[in-house]
């Protein structure tokens, strides 16, 4: 039986993790075993689901009790279903709800890099990305785009911000990733070689090759590196990598969105041989 709650006051200490906690205050790091995200539209929540993270409760409209959340509501045993309509709901949260569905859940244990990559041929590296906008389209074309594995350095922002979820449209739950437990780029950059990676930078440089370079394809075993928005890879970065990659342009347009960039070059290396 569902366990559903009228919203009654928009005070409610319940509601905080909705409407009042900041993405910062979620991540918890003090206590890391209650640490919160917040999953946004049904097909996230399954995804999520489907990932094995353990839901606390949900926000959402009342007519989607029988609705399009019905199944997610079944699957979450009798956690608190809060519910009113999207009118109070969007006075609650200063926005509106995508697809009239929040559930808030405990964030999951990351693996270590080595578990992540242990049976990986293609993995992105993603340097100091900021954006969350960028980092969840960066995590939806890994996903669509059959890379293994994306691992993050530490300066890159959350990958379970709520933006940043809901822009990958829960492919953070179906891609393996984590934090590289290691300085960046050393010696992170020999971690990745002593695993048997090759690393490209995503560059422009004069020895940049195309990032259809036969050479560069054939790689059994490699690390796509791509940088922060605005100044790119860090100079460092691209002095220890094995390849300089570009991708080539024409009207005079110099460069892509890291977003952008990322799904040409997924796309092209992983193409079979």
Known sequence: MANVIEIQSFSDPALDVYARLTENQLVNRADPENALF???????IHRALDAGCVPVSMLLE???IEGQAKEIIARCGE???YTSTLEVLTQLTGFPLT???LCAMRRPKLPAPEEILRDARRIAVLENIMNPTNLGAIFRSAAALNMDAVLLTPACTD?????CVR???GTVFQIPWTYLDRDWPEPGMTFLKSLGFKT???ALRDESVSVDDPGLM??????LILGTEGDGLADATIADCDYTVKIPMSHGVDSLNVAAASAVAFYQLCKPM
């Open 79 to 81: 956690i608190p279903i």
């Open 218 to 223: 054939a790689e059994p075993k490699l690390a």
């Open 38 to 44: 917040i999953a946004e539209s049904p097909n996230v």
């Open 62 to 64: 009342r007519k989607h």
């Open 159 to 163: 990958a379970l911000y709520r933006r």
């Open 167 to 169: 822009v990958s449209m």
């Open 99 to 101: 697809r009239g569905v």
């Open 200 to 202: 490209a930078a995503m």
